[in-house]
């Protein structure tokens, strides 16, 4: 007859080789990429050399000249501000930051260039990802 404290031993021997075992699983699983949905949003045309803002989840979808949509994350590289997009730059209403509507720096503090996100579109939704 097994005691409480030898069930114990044998159920809490039993739960840290399972920990052990997940975690060991997770370690060696092939590092797939997941694609964090950030944005998804009913379609709507993004303008020529225009811009969708969409400020809570900040990102923006931004159409160039070549016609070519690209998204941007629009949190600042200096300090995590919220950007604002104007018609020929994104602005850091924080510090002043300025960067191009690619993403690149044209002025501090930020020294580093926007994240830009995958976008993908169906026939109803813009879809952004990580």
Known sequence: METISGKRRRFLTLALGL???GG???FLRPNIAR???RLHVDYEPVPAGGALVYRE???ALIRNQADQV???DLTCTHLGCTLTVTPSEIVCPCH???FDRSG???QGPAERPLRQLHVS???QHWTVSQ
Do not use: E, H, K, M
Request: charged share 25%; net charge positive; aromatic share 4%.
């Open 19 to 21: 920990l052990t075992l």
């Open 24 to 26: 060991i699983v997770r």
């Open 35 to 37: 694609q964090d949905v």
């Open 57 to 59: 989840s900040r990102v």
């Open 70 to 72: 690209y998204a941007l």
């Open 96 to 98: 002043g930051s300025r």
């Open 104 to 106: 690149n720096v044209l």
């Open 121 to 123: 579109r169906d026939a």
